[in-house]
């Protein structure tokens, strides 16, 4: 007869009370190893009810009845406020959940979504704990899947701990550097049009930030910019951030400076930014100034730039065709 005395299972509602009274007690100054036990218990039982297991997907309607019941209490807003202080599992369960919330569609709807915009402070804490080795990488998982949603990502862009960015993507840790840069990139290239506006409104600060990248000693840090900075320009809505890069005589010196950096890659990345001042048609009196003055150079550098390439075809045509307009000047 054991079986009348096993505890009864909790509800989902008792699950989210109890998270709730101990990520409050984590907050206090209570027994905090007793709330670190019951919160990685309560987590695992959130983590397996969103996203299910290997053996079982995860109930539809007990998903739709948990959702509501974590926003009424606010359970996302409290783990992310108390993220540093969770322990390594409690922070991987605390990704999973968000990024099962976020995903989670209603019609056409994702209820996830609305929620984190009536709670925007939630954005600021998760960019600044990429200071923090023990709660970047959750952070990070959690920014970037905020990113996929347009609304979300525009208030991550409009947010004045965005520009941290540039300086988190230079830090001394390689693996919290690239996981800052991952999302970085994914903040400025999901949504091409709402990323357009920002920098093209924020023009001159942008691009002075990004400068900085692009001048760095760290050779990761200098090619994965090159590289963005292509993307960027080359972006169809991008267009009129574009045209008034290529107008900048200063942008185009340091093209040609990293044309002759140490680095076959950086040399290779930094070409196809240069390009893009010689095919532009409206050239800038300024930068056709630059080119006329430097023909000679250019022409004898580019000749023999990167013939290792032979079997690069796009690369030797671009090169070709380069080479034909800096001959027309």
Request: with cysteine.
């Given at each position: 007869?054991?079986?009348?005395?096993?505890?009864?299972?909790?509800?989902?509602?008792?699950?989210?009370?109890?998270?709730?009274?101990?990520?409050?007690?984590?907050?206090?100054?209570?027994?905090?190893?007793?709330?670190?036990?019951?919160?990685?218990?309560?987590?695992?039982?959130?983590?397996?009810?969103?996203?299910?297991?290997?053996?079982?997907?995860?109930?539809?309607?007990?998903?739709?009845?948990?959702?509501?019941?974590?926003?009424?209490?606010?359970?996302?807003l409290l783990l992310a406020r108390n993220l540093r202080k969770l322990d390594f599992e409690s922070r991987k369960d605390t990704g999973l959940i968000f990024?099962?919330?976020?995903?989670?569609?209603?019609?056409?709807?994702?209820?996830?979504?609305?929620?984190?915009?009536?709670?925007?402070?939630?954005?600021?804490?998760?960019?600044?704990?990429?200071?923090?080795?023990?709660?970047?990488?959750?952070?990070?998982?959690?920014?970037?899947?905020?990113?996929?949603?347009?609304?979300?990502?525009?208030?991550?862009?409009?947010?004045?701990?965005?520009?941290?960015?540039?300086?988190?993507?230079?830090?001394?840790?390689?693996?919290?550097?690239?996981?800052?840069?991952?999302?970085?990139?994914?903040?400025?290239?999901?949504?091409?049009?709402?990323?357009?506006?920002?920098?093209?409104?924020?023009?001159?600060?942008?691009?002075?930030?990004?400068?900085?990248?692009?001048?760095?000693?760290?050779?990761?840090?200098?090619?994965?910019s090159l590289k963005l900075l292509g993307e960027i320009l080359l972006n169809r809505a991008n267009y009129s951030v574009m045209t008034r890069y290529l107008?900048?005589?200063?942008?185009?010196?340091?093209?040609?400076?990293?044309?002759?950096?140490?680095?076959?890659?950086?040399?290779?990345?930094?070409?196809?930014?240069?390009?893009?001042?010689?095919?532009?048609?409206?050239?800038?009196?300024?930068?056709?100034?630059?080119?006329?003055?430097?023909?000679?150079?250019?022409?004898?550098?580019?000749?023999?730039?990167?013939?290792?390439?032979?079997?690069?075809?796009?690369?030797?045509?671009?090169?070709?065709?380069?080479?034909?307009?800096?001959?027309?000047?």
């Amino acid at each position: 007869m054991s079986f009348l005395f096993a505890k009864r299972p909790k509800s989902s509602q008792d699950v989210i009370r109890n998270l709730c009274e101990q990520l409050h007690r984590l907050e206090g100054n209570q027994d905090k190893k007793k709330s670190f036990e019951e919160i990685a218990k309560y987590l695992q039982n959130l983590r397996i009810a969103l996203c299910g297991t290997a053996e079982a997907e995860p109930h539809a309607d007990q998903v739709s009845e948990l959702s509501l019941q974590i926003y009424q209490s606010n359970v996302l807003l409290l783990l992310a406020r108390n993220l540093r202080k969770l322990d390594f599992e409690s922070r991987k369960d605390t990704g999973l959940i968000f990024s099962a919330m976020l995903r989670r569609q209603v019609a056409s709807r994702y209820p996830t979504v609305d929620y984190m915009m009536g709670n925007i402070n939630i954005f600021p804490l998760l960019i600044c704990y990429y200071q923090y080795p023990e709660s970047a990488f959750t952070a990070g998982t959690i920014l970037r899947e905020c990113s996929r949603h347009d609304i979300l990502n525009q208030v991550l862009l409009e947010t004045s701990q965005f520009w941290l960015f540039f300086e988190l993507v230079q830090a001394p840790s390689f693996d919290i550097a690239s996981d800052a840069f991952s999302t970085f990139k994914a903040l400025l290239l999901t949504h091409k049009h709402r990323v357009a506006e920002f920098i093209y409104k924020n023009f001159d600060k942008f691009f002075s930030h990004f400068t900085v990248l692009l001048n760095s000693e760290n050779y990761v840090t200098k090619r994965q910019s090159l590289k963005l900075l292509g993307e960027i320009l080359l972006n169809r809505a991008n267009y009129s951030v574009m045209t008034r890069y290529l107008a900048s005589a200063e942008n185009l010196k340091l093209m040609m400076i990293l044309l002759r950096d140490k680095s076959k890659n950086i040399q290779f990345e930094a070409f196809h930014v240069f390009k893009l001042f010689v095919a532009n048609p409206e050239k800038s009196p300024e930068v056709v100034e630059i080119l006329r003055r430097n023909k000679s150079k250019l022409l004898t550098y580019l000749s023999v730039f990167h013939n290792d390439r032979k079997n690069d075809e796009q690369f030797n045509d671009e090169r070709a065709f380069i080479l034909k307009q800096i001959e027309r000047l």
